[in-house]
């Protein structure tokens, strides 16, 4: 069974003139995969920004219900920081992690929103506290074993390669432990084993348990990946539906795919 | 291997800075005797001097820029780290060498006249304003130009509290030190969504303003005359000598730093230590994993600017006397050069620097009126050779077993 985790409607963002988002209407299932595809400038990123808290949406809404649980939030206006408490994390499309900052120090401060460690418990180094931490680093070490990093955790950040530093980024964002992951382009600037390997990550993540909703112009990943692909242009919805429908679905040919005719 | 371009460029420079120190190194007028001392010597002095500097600068920076190219054409290689790092890293020389500092420091005052032991105190107190700022702007990355507000506040409210309700030391030192964290958080509110130069510009009006206020409203804090007879601290009601206070206030500095460095160092490797670091290195990224900014930034508002007012009341205590004029914003340019020059987030880093920027003016006295020239000039040089600081951070090492997780 699968129910509705995300539920985006009529959403719309301007900056100035432009609507980078215009009433712009979908969901995501929990347990699926889903692509957001859509030629350079339809607004994907800004769709992510909007729905993380990062910029607050024009008008309408967006809401986000965890599995199992009852009633679903509104996250309009939200901060970012109040978002990923609720279970929706992220990446960046340009890498934004902390250069200067071990990796495993990167997934730990991950756990930051799932700990409560304050000034008190950091000077006196409680019982508790000691716990605690002990707890997220092994759970950092851990989610950095799943994502292949285990063998540079005292590595700077800076210091990795560009695929890695995608997958830390990725690492990062579970540790938050949420329920939907959004991956903004995972797989630019990765050769084709790197590529491979991502698609093998990404399908464990959901069998996992979570739901991601991944923006991406690789459109082998995009197909062999998603379970269900929404295309945008210009901040609008123009299709969705399953990869073999995206694939033949004209308006899309014309948008996007068919660029040649 | 040394281009004959560059002697050119250098002979250039020399001749530049002869022409520019021409007024200064040169021309002496004797007022009394009516005439001009032609110093030529001098001259020669200053075209030698930048000239050799100058080779030996260009020299080091060709060989800075070998070793550079060097190292990006064999990628993989391990990154050399200085033998600073590599002592801190390992507790095996750590401890000895910090347990013969310690006694080096208990053994000081026997060692040295009560004048040396007077400065000795300054500059441990200059240790703690560092290492207080240091959580501010080395790890929370917020430039902060308005330090010394949160100095004056501990220091105002020991004089305050002591001469209108006769409060000792001991009472109000907690006192200014939670009244100074107020006032971090009052600065910080409104500076919360602002980075980098408008931050720093802000910061830099409100230290002005509380010196101000200090200046102008007699009433309140006695305007620019200052309060004095501030008491000493006392020692369980013992009347003290002046020698003996020095003393006492020697080793109360000593203890101070003692705790400050173990809470600094607690906080650093902590939850919130991280978050700062994070903050200061990608806020928005921060943002998304789910850390609380305003929190996070008042809170490291707040915590150095409780060090400021720990050390102010102590200020206060040891000059028995405080005015305005001992709050200006080259003390905060002071206390940020000591952050900067020592290495951004480094303890050990900004107790050498503090030491460095506090006694080196000190002991250059018999430079007379060049000292504060030499000083400048050792400033910059740092600046150009080692801009990162002399000690920088060192991130810290996690060690794993493998297929056993945790810390060994
Ligand atoms: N902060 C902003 N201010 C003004 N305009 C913006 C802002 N962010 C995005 N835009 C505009 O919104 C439109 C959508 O940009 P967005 O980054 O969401 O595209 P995208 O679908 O992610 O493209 P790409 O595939 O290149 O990443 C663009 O026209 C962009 O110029
Ligand atoms: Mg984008």
Known sequence: MSEIILQVSDLTMNFGGIKALDTLDFEVCSGEIVALIGPNGAGKTTFFNCVTGIYTPSSGDVYLHKPGGEGRTRLNGMKPNHVAEKGMARTFQNIRLFPKMTVLENVMIGRHCRSKSFILGAIFRDKKTRAEERSIVDYSYALLEKVGLASQVNELAANLSYGAQRRLEIARALATEPFLLLLDEPAAGMNPQETAKLVKLIRRICDEGHAVLLIEHDMKLVMTLSDRIVVMDYGRKIAEGTPAEVRTNPEVIKAYLGEDD | ?408
């Open chain 2, 1 to 408: 291997m040394f281009p004959l371009k560059e002697f050119k460029k250098s002979l250039l420079v020399a001749l530049w800075f002869v022409a520019l120190t021409f007024p200064l190194m040169v021309i002496q007028v004797d007022p009394i005797e009516r005439i001009v001392n032609w110093r030529w010597n001098n001259m020669f002095f200053v075209a030698i001097g930048s000239f050799v500097l100058s080779v030996v600068g260009k020299a080091f920076f060709a060989r800075k820029e070998q070793q550079l190219s060097k190292k990006r054409t064999a990628q993989n290689e391990e990154v050399q780290d200085t033998i600073f790092q590599r002592v801190l890293r390992e507790p095996r020389y750590l401890w000895p060498i910090s347990l013969a500092c310690l006694a080096f420091a208990i053994a000081f005052p026997f060692l040295f006249s009560t004048y040396q032991t007077n400065v000795m105190t300054t500059a441990l107190m200059y240790v703690v304003l560092g290492l207080g700022l240091n959580i501010v702007v080395g790890l929370a990355g917020l430039l902060d130009l308005g330090y010394v507000a949160f100095y004056a506040v501990g220091a105002y409210s020991y004089a305050l509290l002591n001469h209108h309700f006769d409060l000792g030391f001991w009472t109000v030192l907690p006192v200014g030190g939670i009244l100074a964290a107020f006032f971090g958080i009052i600065l910080g509110f409104p500076v919360l969504r602002l980075r980098g130069d408008y931050l720093a510009i802000v910061t830099l009006g409100f230290g002005e303003i509380i010196r101000l206020v200090l200046e102008n409203w007699n009433e309140f804090s006695m305007g620019p005359s200052g309060i004095a007879n501030i008491d000493r601290p006392g020692l369980f009601g013992l009347d003290l000598s002046l020698n003996m206070s020095i003393l006492y206030l020697y080793y109360l500095m000593i203890f101070f730093l003692i705790i400050t460095i173990f809470v600094v160092n607690r906080l650093q490797d902590s939850r919130l230590g991280r978050a700062w670091v994070a903050l200061r290195e990608d806020e928005i990224a921060c943002q998304a994993m789910g850390i609380d900014k305003t929190k996070t930034k008042l809170v490291a508002f707040s915590l150095g600017a409780f060090w400021a007012g720990i050390i102010g009341v102590v200020f206060a205590a040891k000059t028995t006397f405080v005015n305005p004029a001992s709050f200006t914003f080259l003390e905060s340019a002071i206390i940020l050069s000591i952050v900067v020059l020592g290495g951004m987030g480094s303890i050990v880093g900004v107790i050498c620097g503090a030491f460095i920027l506090i006694l080196l003016p000190e002991y250059l006295r018999a430079l007379s009126e060049f000292r504060m020239l030499a000083f400048g000039g050792i400033l910059v040089l740092m600046m150009v050779f080692r801009p990162e600081g002399l000690i920088s951070n060192v991130r810290r090492v996690y060690q794993f077993k493998k297929n056993d997780r945790g810390e060994k």
